[in-house]
């Protein structure tokens, strides 16, 4: 049995040789666990399912990008959540991934993509929740390409989100209401103040907006 070895996050992991490339190396398969246990039973039923010649499942996609992914992710997934949740991934996947991973394809994935948008949006003051719930939505297109046999594994699971000291701003007040709809008219930030009022967008979200995105 290959050599086990205990990761810095607490886990074990062992390796077990596949094959080889062209050159001649040896090809890896690593399997994680929480115990050393996991890891073995892991090895054990990879080893009896290669024994009974059942092979791994084909990746029929396996030029797919991520924006492709999350397409799908969000009309099948998503398809049961409140139009407003809806509009709130669509936002996500437009404004905040789609971006800087959209053009990538699933199998380059790595997980220091997902760190540095959470970097960018940390650097930005944006609240740890929405951090959060903008690394999720990507945990959950991988998630799902997985399920797939788009991807062996996850990249962005173990991604974390660090402490911003920021908290979700209070929801805006009738008065506040009243007070945007009377004096709006001919200020030169009364449109935008009417968007953030009724579509809920927030400030960085409007900024990134363009009008062709708008229909």
Do not use: C
């Amino acid at each position: 049995m290959p050599k086990v070895t205990k990761q810095k996050n607490g886990r074990y992991q062992r390796s077990v040789v596949v094959g080889k490339d062209e050159n001649g190396k040896p090809l890896r398969k690593f399997f994680t666990g929480r115990t050393i246990k996991d890891v073995d039973e892991q090895v054990e039923e990879y080893k009896r399912s290669q024994s009974a010649n059942v092979a791994e499942p084909a990746k029929p996609e396996s030029n797919m990008t991520f924006k492709e992914m999350g397409a799908i992710w969000l009309a099948e997934y998503k398809r049961a959540v409140s139009l407003t949740y809806r509009k709130r991934y669509e936002v996500i996947l437009r404004t905040h991934l789609n971006p800087e991973l959209g053009e990538i394809l699933l199998r380059e994935l790595k997980p220091l993509h997902i760190k540095r948008i959470i970097n960018d949006l940390a650097e930005k003051e944006y609240a740890e929740k929405t951090i959060m719930e903008i690394k999720q939505a990507a945990v959950q297109v991988l998630d799902a390409a997985v399920e797939n046999d788009y991807l062996r594994r996850n990249v962005f699971a173990r991604a974390k989100v660090p402490k911003t000291g920021r908290t979700e701003r209070r929801p805006i007040r009738e008065q506040e209401k009243k007070l945007i709809l009377e004096h709006h008219a001919g200020h030169r930030m009364g449109i935008p103040a009417l968007l953030l009022l009724y579509t809920g967008l927030r400030k960085g979200e409007l900024l990134a907006a363009e009008w062709r995105t708008s229909t």
